[in-house]
Each structure stands twice: as C-alpha cells, then as structure tokens.
C-alpha cells in the first residue's frame, strides 16, 4: 500500500512561481512511476508529467517548458516546479502512482493517488 501526500499549493499570479511536493509511504516508491494529474472545475482530470522509476520524463504540451519534475527516492517525495504560470493552470493537482504499463497519460494506469492541492494562477 502506498499512501500519497501533496502539499505546496496556494493562490499565485500570473507569470508566478510554485513548487508542489508529493510524499509517499511505502518501501516500493523508488520502482513506481510518479505522475502529476490535474482538475479544473466542470473538467475532466488531465495528465501533467510523469517521471519513471529510471527518471524519464514526459509532460503534456501545455506545461513544457514551464514545468519540471524531479523525485528524490531516498527521501520518497516527488517535486514540481511550476513556472510561468497562466490562468489556465487553475486547478487541483493531483499526485499519483503506479506500475505503468501502458499509456502514461492514461489515469487508469495509476494504482494509488493522492487529496490534491489547489492551484490557483489569478490574471
């Protein structure tokens, strides 16, 4: 069982900075993909990034170049750097993870996940 933590949300404005971390329980965190999902009102969830057991990347294409994701295993957290932010960043974002097998960007391939923090990029 894992459990997943966020925390580091808040109220920024645009053009902004905020780093959101995710701490997991566990002594398998290293061998499971970390991602970063997010829900904005009256929206379906949406994938952010996520970073393998083996620290590959891939991040949607509305947040590259903005965003960096990063995991520390020896301390079982997993970080984002959110830069840039606009507007439509506005949502609450989700940590999960997962054994992942097929599509990373695919919500259903992530086995645990975590309260969510909220983001909110005002204009």
């Known amino acids: 069982q894992v459990q997943l933590v966020e925390s580091g949300g808040g109220l920024v404005q645009a053009g902004g900075s905020l780093r959101l971390s995710c701490a997991a329980s566990?002594?398998?965190?290293?061998?499971?993909?970390m991602a970063w999902f997010r829900q904005a009102p009256g929206k379906e969830r949406e994938f952010v990034v996520v970073?393998?057991?083996?620290?590959?990347?891939y991040y949607a294409d509305s947040v590259k170049g903005r965003f960096t994701i990063s995991r520390d295993n020896a301390k079982n957290t997993v970080y984002l750097q959110m830069n840039s932010l606009k507007p439509e960043d506005t949502a609450v974002y989700y940590c999960a993870a997962g054994v992942v097998s097929g599509t990373v960007q695919n919500r259903y391939e992530y086995k645990y996940w975590g309260q969510g923090t909220q983001v909110t990029v005002s204009s």
């Open positions: 566990g002594r398998t965190f290293s061998s499971y993909a």
């Open positions: 970073i393998s057991w083996n620290g590959s990347r």
